[in-house]
């Protein structure tokens, strides 16, 4: 679930999205809430007038915390719709430990990476040159969305499932990222599972 916001270039509108979808959409309006779906399923919301029920600070995509998903649930409620929002607002951006890489059985440059985040292990596709095997990295986990906008989501990579990314220091906007491809290889001061972003 992401939530965006630009008052200055959209105006007072927050924009929510549950999930990000292709095809058709249809609109459902109901006093300053737009309810949106596809093929009946509910996919998002835009809810006008946002600042009259609660502040957003920030621009373009904001991070959901527990205060803002209530005002959000509200103004969905308040205007007649019975969605409920289930949101998982647990860090998207966090410290992994690589514990076993295997080469892709269907790609040269591919590995297939099991990642710790603490509270799970993922199975992550990864092409980055420099990744290896007792590795605390950082992993972008399904649902984050990162500084270029792009969302990560479940994805199969070349017939391999592969839930989240491991990240560059390019890809998480950092300064001084290296020009050269590879991930960005933590150092142990870090904790498996530790939010990466606070």
Same mark, same amino acid.
Request: proline letters at 5%.
């Given at each position: ?6 008052? +200055? ?35 998002? !919301? ?27 649930? +509200?103004?969905?409620? +308040? ?32 590995? #297939? ?17 420099? #990744? *290896?095997?007792?590795?605390? #990295?950082? #992993? ?30 390019? *890809? ?17 001061? !870090? ?8």
């Amino acid at each position: 679930m992401n939530l965006f916001y630009n008052p +200055q270039f959209v105006g007072d509108v927050a924009f929510l999205q549950i999930e990000p979808v292709d095809g058709e959409l249809a609109y459902n309006k109901k006093g300053n809430v737009v309810e949106i779906t596809n093929d009946n399923k509910v996919v998002g !919301y835009n809810i006008f007038d946002i600042s009259t029920v609660t502040t957003i600070n920030g621009n373009g995509h904001i991070k959901l915390d527990k205060s803002l998903l209530e005002a959000l649930q +509200q103004s969905i409620n +308040q205007a007649g719709f019975d969605y409920t929002l289930d949101a998982d607002l647990s860090p998207k951006f966090v410290v992994g430990y690589v514990e076993t890489k295997d080469k892709h059985p269907d790609a040269d440059k591919l590995s #297939v990476l099991n990642v710790n985040v603490g509270n799970d292990t993922l199975q992550i596709v990864c092409g980055a040159p420099n #990744v *290896e095997a007792g590795q605390k #990295v950082v #992993v972008a986990k399904v649902g984050a969305v990162m500084p270029s906008g792009m969302v990560i989501k479940d994805a199969e990579l070349r017939g391999v499932a592969s839930s989240g990314m491991i990240c560059s220091m390019k *890809e998480l906007d950092l300064p001084n990222a290296p020009a050269e491809k590879g991930i960005m290889v933590l150092n142990d001061s !870090y904790d498996i599972g530790q939010p990466f972003f606070e």
